[in-house]
Structure formats: C-alpha cells, structure tokens
T-cell receptor, first 113, second 112 residues
Framework: EAGVAQSPRYKIIEKRQSVAFWCNPISGHATLYWYQQILGQGPKLLIQFQNNGVVDDSQLPKDRFSAERLKGVDSTLKIQPAKLEDSAVYLC???????????FGPGTRLTVL | EDQVTQSPEALRLQEGESSSLNCSYTVSGLRGLFWYRQDPGKGPEFLFTLYSAGEEKEKERLKATLTKKESFLHITAPKPEDSATYLCAVQVYSGGYQKVTFGIGTKLQVIP
C-alpha cells in the first residue's frame, strides 16, 4: 500500500511569512496526526484528527498555527506568521485505529530565516 | 507530566558488538510503549508496541522488553545498516484517546 504522502519536502521562508503543508494519509485511515520535530528532539504532537474532527489540539499554538482535515482525508497545516523557533520537521502520521501510531510520512523540513 | 528519558543519547558500536538502549518513563497509567527507528531525512518507522511488564518482541536483530519503569531495545550482532536514531514513546489514555510522548532518541552508529 502507498505510504503517507507529504509536500513540500523542504521549505525556506522569512520570519513573519506564511506557510502551508499538505498531508495525504494512507487510504482508509481515520486517524491523522501532525507532529513537530525540532532538531535533536523527539516528535511533539500538534494536533490529532479522528475523521474530520479534532480530538486533541492542546499543544497547537493556536495564535499562529491552524490545521484542517476536509472530508476526513487530506489535511493541511498552516503557520501564520512564522517565527524563527518554528524551524523544524513537520511530520504527518496516520493510523487505521485511534490507538495506534504506526505510519509516518517523510516530513516537511521548514527553515525560518 | 509524562516523561520519557532515553539513554545513551549516542552509541557507537563495532559491527557484531551487541548492546542495549534504555528508555525509562514516568507516566500515569501506561497503556503501551512504542519503539521506532528513524533514518536521517525520514519519518519514524514503527518497530514494536509493548503493553505489559514482562512482554518481549523480536524483529531480526532487535528485541524489545518492558518492565514497570523502563524498556530496553537489545541489538544483537548489529550491522552497519542498523545505524539510525531509535525513538521510544509512551502511550497513555486521555479523554478517551491516546496521548503519545516521545523521548529524544538514541543515535546508534555501527562501524564496519
């Protein structure tokens, strides 16, 4: 089966600019996650969707980050405006069961200058 | 607050030199513990889930074990292709859904 797809793979922006990331989960997977992984750290959950509803966004900086999952399939994560500390890899993951965390995409590496 | 500590942060082994990676945790109500492998420039690759103390799982040269306070990832006779960062994560339940907290990982280098 095809894996989790993410785009773009790399993005460089100036601080205060906006950026959006896209994720296409594995077909049929109801649960979708966005994680932030800063260099040298483990992934940190930003938001979890079950179908197109938000289950957990407690660690999402809502003043600048937003995410949506239309029709319970693809998802986009947006940062507006970006800060230097947002430089990280943004990972999307999906699972068929809300109690599993098995399939990660390759990530989008964001550099904020 | 859930805490996951992995040690060592980095480990360098000769090919064939067996060793273990440690993941210690402090959580309320552990539901499961995950191990992942992450290669540079890639997302984590799922290896194992452990649910109860005493449980063991194996895959090729890797064996994961779980106690009430920590988990070990044993690597037997490693090869250079085992070089990667190994991440441990703990799973708890919150509001009816899982919450997963990751450690910072152990970067393993296996030298031919």
């Amino acid at each position: 089966e095809a894996g989790v797809a993410q785009s773009p793979r790399y993005k460089i922006i100036e601080k205060r600019q906006s950026v959006a990331f896209w994720c296409n989960p594995i077909s049929g997977h109801a649960t979708l996650y966005w994680y932030q992984q800063i260099l040298g750290q483990g992934p940190k959950l930003l938001i979890q969707f079950q179908n197109n509803g938000v289950v957990d966004d407690s660690q999402l900086p809502k003043d600048r980050f937003s995410a949506e999952r239309l029709k319970g399939v693809d998802s986009t994560l947006k940062i507006q405006p970006a800060k230097l500390e947002d430089s990280a890899v943004y990972l999307c993951a999906s699972s068929r069961d809300r109690n599993l965390l098995e399939y990660f995409g390759p990530g989008t590496r964001l550099t904020v200058l | 607050e859930d805490q996951v500590t992995q040690s060592p942060e980095a480990l360098r082994l000769q090919e064939g030199e067996s060793s273990s990676l440690n993941c210690s945790y402090t959580v309320s109500g552990l539901r499961g513990l995950f191990w992942y492998r992450q290669d540079p420039g890639k997302g984590p690759e799922f290896l194992f889930t452990l649910y109860s103390a005493g449980e063991e799982k194996e895959k090729e040269r890797l064996k994961a074990t779980l106690t009430k306070k920590e988990s070990f990832l044993h690597i037997t006779a490693p090869k250079p292709e085992d070089s990667a960062t190994y991440l441990c994560a703990v799973q708890v339940y919150s509001g009816g859904y899982q919450k997963v907290t990751f450690g910072i990982g152990t970067k393993l280098q296996v030298i031919p």
